[in-house]
């Protein structure tokens, strides 16, 4: 409702004092906020290298600096000398990730009678017609389960989505600034409610100025030990609509990303001659003369063979296209 700390403060004080004296309610809204903050979801605040080297967990957890690169873990001021111990195990840290653990989150939204229901749409609400409404119509959703039935069989295994990119959270005041959050989608739910915001979970923060890059997978293995743990074990989980437990399982089904994102999560060049995944050494590409940029061509060859553009030269490179699509590579040929 757009309500100001100050106001909510002064409305906790007028309902204390109509109260009999030795009432416990708040008497400001930061003592308010500490009692309900606990009950919220936990967070972890995983400090890292400045220079996208590692976390500081596991072997690392103690170290205050870099055993790579020997940046210091802590913010150092120029007049400071960063080698030595005193300096380097004070102040705040260089960079830090937001991580919030994706298992309780999935307990809870199992733990709703509502959500429960919800999250088994694809298997018991779903219209089979043969039209592609849901990724479950898809044939990437019947091949998992044709490939690992065990996983497929069980309609409350979740299917999820991973998205990042990079984003500047203090709009145009500065341009430099690129902070990295990272969504995880869940396509179990019907297809007017997986986008939802509401069930869209912000997984992790990779905060900035600087973007990871090809180093975003140091930030991201908290969250794959989760997914990894979810695929390989499971975890026991209260269905509040069945009023049972079960071992809940969790897969990665696709992200979602630009193609600059996609480089740094996949560690494929996007950049440069072959910077197509499909067509890889097959690109077609020119050098333009004079604005020394890469061009990419004969799009036409993903056209149907009879297809008239094929036949077109003056609207495009001035020849015909009579070549077919490359068929794109299987998971074990790449």
């Avoid at 150092?76 to 989150?105: F, H, M, Q, T």
């Avoid at 743990?229 to 969790?250: I, N, S």
């Amino acid at each position: 409702y757009g309500w100001s700390d100050k106001s909510f403060t002064s409305l906790l004080q007028i309902v204390h004092d109509l109260l009999p004296q030795d009432n416990t309610l708040p008497k400001s809204y930061y003592q308010a906020k500490k009692i309900l903050c606990p009950m919220g979801m936990e967070y972890q605040k995983i400090h890292a290298c400045p220079n996208d080297c590692i976390l500081y967990r596991h072997e690392f957890e103690e170290m205050s600096k870099c055993p790579r690169c020997g940046a210091s873990r802590y913010k150092v001021k120029d007049d400071e000398d960063c080698s030595s111990d005193e300096n380097s195990k004070k102040g705040p840290p260089a960079k830090v990730l937001w991580y919030l653990p994706i298992i309780p989150r999935f307990k809870r939204l199992f733990a709703n009678e509502d959500d429960a229901k919800d999250l088994t749409w694809h298997a018991n609400g779903r219209k089979s017609d043969g039209m592609v409404r849901h990724p479950a119509d898809c044939s990437q959703w019947k091949k998992i389960d044709s490939l690992y039935p065990n996983f497929g069989k069980e309609a409350r295994n979740l299917r999820l989505g991973l998205a990042s990119d990079g984003m500047n959270p203090y709009g145009n005041l500065s341009t430099q600034h690129s902070s990295w959050p990272v969504l995880l989608v869940i396509y179990n739910f019907p297809p007017w409610l997986c986008m939802k915001r509401k069930y869209m979970m912000l997984s992790m923060m990779i905060s900035g100025p600087r973007q990871p890059g090809n180093d975003i997978d140091v930030y991201l293995s908290p969250l794959i030990e989760d997914l990894r743990k979810l695929w390989d074990e499971g975890v026991l989980v209260f269905d509040g609509f069945r009023k049972e437990t079960f071992q809940m399982r969790a897969m990665l089904f696709c992200t979602i990303n630009d193609f600059p994102a996609y480089g740094n999560l996949s560690g494929y060049s996007v950049k440069g001659h072959l910077a197509c995944p499909i067509c890889e050494e097959d690109t077609s590409y020119i050098q333009l003369k004079h604005g020394r940029k890469t061009v990419y061509t004969r799009h036409r060859v993903f056209l149907k063979a009879h297809h008239p553009y094929r036949r077109l030269k003056k609207a495009f490179n001035g020849s015909q296209e009579h070549e077919i699509r490359r068929t794109p590579l299987t998971g074990e040929q790449v």
